[in-house]
């Protein structure tokens, strides 16, 4: 049995796919500590979750404002005090989520392990996404935030070629690569660990009433634009219901978005705030299909295969999602519902009249997709990469 250090920069409340991946190698019998950076200083400092897996959080020591200069202090804080922890705690290997906790591991790899007296340290790099793509998400085309970019797309380079583990999320197809190329066109062995839902106890019957659902992170509002002004498009007895749920950076603009045009449509509409992964199933059932159509300028979404869609055809609702992506690709090749064009306003409405007769043929059944990649699978991936690491 080794012990394992995940590193996180968020207050893992949790965190699904920190949380699935120290469940499968706690269950594999390993022992877990998930060091976590409670930025609101709201959440437990200990916290036992499961007879393997300990968190420990991280507080600031001031009241973070959000801005960039508090932020980059707090982490800096939050960094430090792991490696002080980790000298303590003596682990196997440092499991970093993401690209801003990776100094931690490749200074537990260079030096750490060192000072705790070890033989070895270990740096596993977890890139759930492509980090560097985040510094555009509010102005692609900002000049300084360019520069960021191309900074972190070096940064990322250095810590995944370092990493003795490199871990990513979706590997591609001919026609559309996925996160694995890019680390391969690296000179890297990544193994992929899909960011698979857990397996649906029992799919329920689509709901009474036709309801577009959104269930997850709130980022883009100009998705949600999109998808009013497609409705508006659909006669007035024939327009969906909308239920979106989850937190995130543009939440609240989104929930008055909503309200204000949903009034305007003559539409119902219910927004609710963060859930746990527990909840999915039941926000799932509310749901006739899911919207998935991103802004592709900003992020990587066209290599991206994102947790709501697989959670929706694992509970048995087809999906909306962008077409000429990796994807919409694996949505047209299983028939997990209807691709279009991000921009193409009038091309969604029409999706949305075809997912509409589409539910009514099925009202009375339930529905039955092919499966998509579930995470008892993906957990034996990485259960099985770190026999090897461990060796």
């Known amino acids: 049995m080794a012990r394992i250090a995940m590193v996180v920069s968020n207050g893992h409340a949790p965190d699904p796919r920190v949380a699935k991946e120290a469940a499968s190698l706690a269950e594999a019998g390993h022992e877990l500590i998930v060091y976590a950076f409670d930025r609101g200083r709201e959440l437990p400092e200990l916290e036992q979750a499961g007879p393997h897996v300990r968190i420990e959080r991280v507080r600031p020591p001031m009241q973070m404002s959000g801005s960039l200069l508090s932020t980059g202090l707090g982490l800096a804080y939050f960094r430090a005090e792991v490696r002080r922890r980790l000298v303590r705690a003596r682990p196997d290997a440092v499991h970093c989520h993401d690209q801003d906790t990776c100094s931690v591991g490749l200074w537990w790899k260079q030096r750490g392990a060192r000072t705790a007296r070890l033989p070895r340290g270990r740096f596993v790099f977890d890139a759930h996404d492509l980090y560097w793509t985040w510094a555009l998400l509010p102005a692609p085309d900002a000049r300084w935030r360019k520069t960021l970019a191309t900074a972190l797309r070096a940064s990322h380079r250095r810590y995944a070629r370092a990493a003795d583990l490199l871990v990513t999320v979706t590997e591609g197809t001919p026609a559309h690569p996925g996160t694995a190329e890019i680390y391969r066109d690296w000179g890297c062995a990544p193994i992929v660990v899909w960011n698979a839902p857990m397996p649906i106890a029992a799919v329920r019957p689509l709901p009474e009433r036709f309801t577009v659902g959104y269930i997850g992170n709130v980022r883009e509002p100009a998705m949600f634009e999109r998808l009013l002004s497609a409705i508006a498009l659909i006669d007035p007895g024939q327009r969906p219901a909308l239920r979106i ?45 899911q919207y998935c159509v991103y802004p592709t300028r900003r992020g990587n979404i066209d290599r991206a295969m994102p947790v709501k869609l697989l959670e929706a055809v694992a509970s048995g609702r087809r999906v909306i999602a962008n077409a000429d992506t990796l994807m919409g690709e694996y949505i047209a090749d299983r028939e997990w519902g209807w691709t279009v064009a991000e921009d193409d306003v009038a091309a969604l409405a029409g999706a949305l009249r075809a997912a509409r007769a589409q539910c009514a043929a099925e009202q009375q059944d339930v529905p039955r997709l092919q499966a998509p990649p579930l995470w008892p699978a993906q957990g034996q991936r990485l259960v099985a990469a770190y026999e090897r690491l461990l060796q």
């Open 245 to 289: 749920a989850g937190s995130g950076r543009s939440a609240a603009q989104v929930r008055s978005l909503v309200a204000d045009r949903g009034a305007e449509l003559g539409i119902e509409a219910r927004v609710t705030g963060a859930f746990h992964a527990g909840e999915v199933p039941a926000l799932m059932a509310e749901c006739s299909v």
